[in-house]
T-cell receptor, first 111, second 113 residues
Framework: NAGVTQTPKFRILKIGQSMTLQCTQDMNHNYMYWYRQDPGMGLKLIYYSVGAGITDKGEVPNGYNVSRSTTEDFPLRLELAAPSQTSVYFC??????????FGPGTRLTVL | AQSVTQLDSHVSVSEGTPVLLRCNYSSSYSPSLFWYVQHPNKGLQLLLKYTSAATLVKGINGFEAEFKKSETSFHLTKPSAHMSDAAEYFCVVTDNYGQNFVFGPGTRLSVLP
């Protein structure tokens, strides 16, 4: 039982490049979330999903896209990377109304 | 709408002394409340949770929190701080639907030898 896994752990992008952050959970949770955490700050919700095929915007969705084709996977896509997207990205999953389980994070730098 | 206020951005205690991290919330629903800990360069780990059962909740590593509806508070305490407790602590509120987890800004706990 691995919980929530994220890849890659670290990535450096150039402005305008694109990439996908991968997130997988093996707990059969319906709910999945993507957050970003800027230095010295709390977590801000980017997108979330309440089940396969259903996604919705969070507080800071601009510049990002998501999809949820399976219960297990919830990838986050950055289409045109910008320096403002330099952050640590956390994926989380939960059962409805229950505590969230977090992945180890992806540290992204855009230069 | 829900919100969370963590009253102190930084708390510093001496090893062996009590810890108090304060959290106040606002919610239109019967809330579920959580405390998470984040050690440097790590992910978030659940310390404890309140989900409408006992108002005094015990968590891992000797932490506990008390839900006080009249004060809309969920303060985190520990009788005796350990050096390994130095970390960032987040108070989180959600409604029963679990679609909207609202994080507080965090409190950084420093433990002095």
């Amino acid at each position: 039982n691995a919980g929530v896994t994220q890849t890659p752990k670290f990535r450096i992008l150039k402005i305008g490049q694109s990439m996908t952050l991968q997130c997988t959970q093996d707990m059969n949770h319906n709910y999945m979330y993507w957050y970003r955490q800027d230095p010295g700050m709390g977590l801000k919700l980017i997108y979330y999903s309440v089940g396969a095929g259903i996604t919705d915007k969070g507080e800071v969705p601009n510049g990002y896209n998501v999809s949820r084709s399976t219960t297990e996977d919830f990838p986050l896509r950055l289409e045109l990377a910008a320096p403002s997207q330099t952050s640590v990205y956390f994926c989380a999953s939960s059962r409805q109304g229950r505590e969230q389980f977090f992945g180890p994070g992806t540290r992204l730098t855009v230069l | 709408a829900q919100s969370v206020t963590q009253l102190d951005s930084h708390v510093s205690v001496s090893e062996g002394t009590p810890v108090l991290l304060r959290c106040n919330y606002s919610s239109s629903y019967s809330p579920s409340l959580f405390w998470y800990v984040q050690h440097p360069n790590k992910g978030l780990q659940l310390l404890l949770k309140y989900t409408s059962a006992a108002t005094l909740v015990k968590g891992i590593n000797g932490f506990e929190a008390e839900f006080k509806k009249s004060e809309t508070s969920f303060h985190l305490t520990k009788p005796s701080a350990h050096m390994s407790d130095a970390a960032e602590y987040f108070c989180v509120v959600t409604d029963n639907y679990g679609q909207n987890f609202v994080f507080g800004p965090g409190t950084r706990l420093s433990v002095l030898p």
